[in-house]
């Protein structure tokens, strides 16, 4: 029942607004922080279940949606609506040789034209059991915003994974190098060029896989200076 709940969330979803969220007006430079640090969240890449523990399947393509959390943002300036941004993405991933997963994915902008991203990951299986493995994946996305918050992120991170029956769970730990760029109509000016933001983090998370024939569903809790939240479904064959 909990199965059929949560795909039943997933895709009601879609029929909602991804992008009501507006930036607050009165916004200055000192602001910039808090905003990297909510959007940066939905843009990063993310990744399902692993392809290289599963014998039987060779290719995976997965429906994942990402949250959003602009609450401190709406605080910021002059104030605005809270409003949770929502980012629908769609990632292939398909097995190589020499223990290696690659994987590309991008919104579904079908749904909401304010919002954007895309980008891949590569996964190499250096350890591998049949309790599990240990594995290192480099990954890089770009996204959009309105078009007044541009944001690029790359990174690698250490991971473990343990097979639990039907059950999948990832570990990992690394870094994300994150550069933002917003357009200065932002705050209340056009006299001045893009402004640019840029640092380095690092980057924990977990990640719960459940396998039911052909169908996994994955809940993932990220840690970028704060803990975000994703969940998807992937067909594999």
Known sequence: MLWWRSLYLIFASLLTN?????????????????????????????????????????????????????????????????????????????????????????????????????????RWEFFLTSWGGVNLLGHAASGNYKNVLGTNLYGSSLNIDLNLWSFYFSAGSGFVRTTNTFDPILFGTTDQPAVTYGKLYSHQNVKLSYLWNNFSLT???????????????????
């Open 18 to 122: 991804a992008a009501d969220f507006e930036f607050p007006s009165g916004l200055t430079d000192q602001d910039v922080p808090a905003i990297v640090k909510s959007f940066n969240s939905g843009f990063l890449t993310r990744t399902s279940i692993n392809l290289l523990g599963l014998e039987d399947y060779n290719t995976q393509v997965n429906f994942r949606f990402n949250f959003i959390d602009t609450k401190k943002i709406s605080k910021l300036g002059n104030g605005s609506k809270k409003e949770e941004v929502k980012l629908q993405e769609l990632t292939f991933s398909k097995k190589l040789p020499l223990n290696t997963e690659i994987g590309l994915h991008s919104s579904l902008s079908i749904f909401d034209r304010d919002i954007s991203s895309y980008g891949g990951y590569v």
């Open 219 to 237: 809940g993932q809790l990220d840690w970028v200076k704060d803990f975000f939240s994703s969940m998807s479904i992937s067909y594999l064959f």
